[in-house]
């Protein structure tokens, strides 16, 4: 199956979009934050699930291959520009799976448009509870331009430090293999890597923590959810997971053992097998 890579205009900025598949229904593959992208979230996705589903999978703005504007990078910012991102590639409705930050947005935009939404599936997902891991030195390092600025500089001079990082994120290091490294780290160096986050960090993390929790407004989802959640994610627990189960109606929770935050590059065929099974049942 072709992956082709395509530049796409939507409020005056030019996206990049890995799209792949013509049959089915359609499937937005939507990234997290940080060092994040389309094709390190979903690289080993894309051709299975688009065996059966026409897949787009973007990079927001402020990250990889896409424009980098100096804005002001919110949960509603991307919100909003996800429904113009929807127009631009001509889908009327689409099925939504969202990783981490991306998870948070693909959730917000579920509550407020929930016609334009098919089918939901959040992964490791943020937006569903409040608690920030190491709250006070989470909170002093955003809060500090120059550290922050300086933690991202080291990440795009040293493949060790990137590394390093990679190895909190999941659980088994094996799975941090010497070329994910190199791609992740050439992620990091690219002009203007970081900022976004930066920025996005800067709106959400208070020392209550995150803004962006959509506990007391998930028994209104309406859209059939799957969710997805690492067992081992040291960065959203999963007991969040689990409450969200509770929480809203129409959902479904699968828990995968031995696994960290970065769920779609720690166990792909794993992550893979479960959308395609989700998105038959619609």
């Given at each position: 199956m072709n992956i082709r890579g395509e530049w796409i205009e939507v409020e005056g900025l030019r996206i990049r979009c890995l799209m792949a598949g013509q049959t089915g229904?359609?499937?937005?593959?939507?990234?997290g934050g940080g060092y994040d992208s389309a094709s390190l979230?979903?690289?080993?996705?894309?051709?299975?699930?688009s065996q059966s589903h026409t897949v787009f999978a973007p990079d927001w703005p402020g990250y990889g291959e896409s424009d980098k504007p100096d804005t002001k990078y919110t949960t509603e910012y991307y919100e909003i520009f996800l429904g113009h991102l929807m127009d631009a590639l001509g889908l009327e409705k689409a099925s939504l799976v969202g990783i981490s930050m991306g998870g948070a947005i693909s959730l917000a935009f579920s509550l407020r448009s929930p016609q334009r939404v098919e089918r939901l599936v959040l992964v490791d997902s943020l937006g569903l509870g409040k608690e920030v891991p190491g709250?006070?030195?989470t909170y002093?390092?955003?809060?500090?331009?120059?550290?922050?600025?300086?933690v991202w500089a080291a990440m795009g001079r040293s493949r060790r430090m990137v590394r390093w990082s990679l190895r909190t994120v999941f659980h088994d290091?094996?799975?941090v293999s010497n070329s994910f490294v190199d791609d992740v780290?050439?992620?990091?160096?690219?002009?203007?890597?970081?900022?976004?986050?930066?920025?996005?960090?800067?709106?959400?993390?208070?020392?209550?923590?995150?803004?962006?929790?959509?506990v007391?407004?998930?028994?209104?989802?309406?859209?059939?959810t799957l969710i997805l959640h690492g067992e081992e994610d040291r960065y959203v627990p999963v007991s969040w997971a689990r409450r969200a189960r509770t929480l809203i109606?129409?959902?479904?929770?699968?828990?995968?053992?031995?696994?960290?935050h970065w769920l779609t590059r720690e166990k792909p065929t794993e992550f893979s097998r479960a959308v395609l099974g989700f998105l038959a049942r619609g």
């Open positions: 229904s359609s499937v937005l593959l939507l990234h979230s979903y690289g080993p996705s894309i051709e299975p699930i709250r006070v030195i002093a390092i955003v809060r500090l331009p120059l550290l922050n600025r300086l290091p094996q799975a780290f050439l992620e990091a160096k690219k002009p203007g890597a970081g900022q976004a986050w930066r920025s996005w960090q800067r709106s959400e993390i208070g020392l209550g923590g995150y803004r962006t929790n959509f007391d407004e998930l028994h209104t989802l309406a859209v059939p109606e129409d959902s479904e929770l699968s828990v995968l053992p031995q696994c960290g």
